[in-house]
């Protein structure tokens, strides 16, 4: 074998194996829905961040396709020479307007506004005081930054000022960063108390709405708007890839906010702006959530029927309050088992197992969308009581 056989990659993948946690993608062969097809199998999907079941409306395909016809199907640069649309300034209005806040930017992928944003506020001199179970991409984007970096206990106030006062006197800007909603076990930040913490000693405020966008707040505002602190979070990041059913990210705040990653924002200044049909089918997305909270009713309605049941058979769902329902097995094996086993009963969701969560903390992540029928759920539950039984869950 030579160099260029990559074999040091080869161990490492045969360490996953031996761990038990090497995985092959999923093959979605239909539109994301409720029930779709998955290597070949058709199943209730149990897994998609579809929240809202907006990925497959037919009000969005149709703006697409038309923004497609009109403005062909690439922006063909990056913003800041000439793949700027009015299509891109139109969205970034109506999320600002929806927001409820001055301004918004729009990027890629939530991903990259949090890769974006984090390294442009603070620099050299600064910190970030972070919670411990933030998001890949905000543990990413704080090491981009020439910031220092102090986390807190999990949603532990009484912790989060314990750090607060460490850092106050010895830092220029001082940022607190946090998800509003936590993608693995559901649970929902403290923002009220997170924010009165900040003013009182001075800190910034900075929240990943990724999970809460469409989710929490009047028609899916987001977590600062479901608390009432729309005008008092400094920075909110959003996305448009999950309840809004598209693709890309964004952020809203201040004006002036706004301007400085118009110049300092490195995914935004580097990257091919959103195709015209991405754009288009976004819009339409603001425009219906605008008009009726139906959807977000009923995903929400849906989510504690689900909890409820699955919580009646003697499942462990952590401290979920939203509609990721987190089945917690602790055991890697058994995680895995549990997921492989529900999708030869007809049921996709998805095995997480560490390091994206503890050692003992494996678990088979759920989440309820808009788009399931009392009837998927019904039958979700079912299969998770007989494989439940079958794995001692229960």
């Given at each position: 074998m030579g160099i260029h056989d990559l074999d040091f990659i080869t161990a490492k993948l045969n360490e996953l194996k031996e761990q038990g946690?090497?995985?092959?993608?999923?093959?979605?062969?239909?539109?994301s829905d409720a029930r779709c097809i998955i290597n070949g199998k058709s199943v209730i999907n149990l897994s998609s961040n579809n929240y809202l079941g907006l990925a497959n409306n037919p009000r969005m395909k149709k703006a697409s396709i038309e923004a497609i016809e009109k403005w062909g199907v690439g922006a063909g640069a990056v913003r800041t020479i000439i793949g700027n649309m009015s299509l891109h300034e139109e969205l970034e209005k109506k999320l600002a307007e929806f927001k409820h806040v001055e301004a918004v930017l729009v990027f890629s992928s939530g991903f990259t506004a949090n890769a974006g944003v984090i390294q442009a506020v603070v620099d050299k001199g600064d910190v970030i005081i972070s919670d411990e179970l933030n998001h890949a991409s905000i543990i990413d984007g704080s090491r981009l930054s020439k910031a220092d970096v102090v986390r807190y206990k999990?949603?532990?106030?009484?912790?989060?000022?314990?750090?607060?006062?460490?850092?106050?006197?010895?830092?220029?800007?001082?940022?607190?960063?946090?998800?509003?909603?936590?993608?693995?076990?559901?649970?929902?930040?403290?923002?009220?108390?997170?924010?009165?913490?900040?003013?009182?000693?001075?800190?910034?405020?900075?929240?990943?709405?990724?999970?809460?966008?469409?989710?929490?707040?009047?028609?899916?505002?987001?977590?600062?708007?479901?608390?009432?602190?729309?005008?008092?979070?400094?920075?909110?990041?959003?996305?448009?890839?999950?309840?809004?059913?598209?693709?890309?990210?964004?952020?809203?705040?201040?004006?002036?906010?706004?301007?400085?990653?118009?110049?300092?924002?490195?995914?935004?200044?580097?990257?091919?702006?959103?195709?015209?049909s991405v754009a288009a089918a976004c819009i339409e997305a603001v425009n219906i959530l605008s008009e009726s909270t139906e959807l977000s009713d009923k995903m929400w309605d849906n989510a504690k029927y689900f909890k409820q049941k699955l919580d009646a058979l003697g499942f462990n769902t952590g401290k979920s309050e939203t509609p990721i329902t987190p089945v917690i097995t602790g055991d890697t094996q058994k995680a895995v088992m549990l997921s492989k086993r529900l999708f030869e009963e007809g049921v996709f969701a998805q095995s997480i197992v560490f390091p994206t969560v503890a050692k003992d903390g494996a678990r088979v992540r759920t989440i309820v969308t808009a788009a399931h029928t009392k009837n998927d759920l019904d039958e979700a539950v079912a299969a998770f009581e007989k494989v439940g039984k079958e794995l001692d869950l229960i």
């Open positions: 946690v090497y995985r092959k993608l999923a093959v979605l062969e239909s539109p999990h949603s532990d106030m009484a912790d989060l000022e314990r750090v607060i006062n460490e850092v106050k006197d010895k830092y220029n800007v001082k940022l607190i960063i946090t998800d509003g909603v936590f993608s693995m076990d559901g649970d929902i930040a403290k923002l009220p108390e997170i924010v009165e913490l900040a003013e009182k000693h001075g800190c910034l405020t900075y929240v990943d709405d990724a999970h809460s966008s469409g989710v929490l707040g009047n028609g899916g505002r987001g977590s600062a708007h479901h608390f009432g602190l729309s005008d008092r979070v400094d920075i909110q990041i959003g996305t448009l890839s999950k309840a809004i059913g598209v693709v890309g990210g964004y952020v809203a705040g201040r004006k002036n906010l706004i301007e400085w990653l118009n110049h300092r924002g490195r995914p935004f200044l580097f990257s091919t702006a959103a195709p015209p």
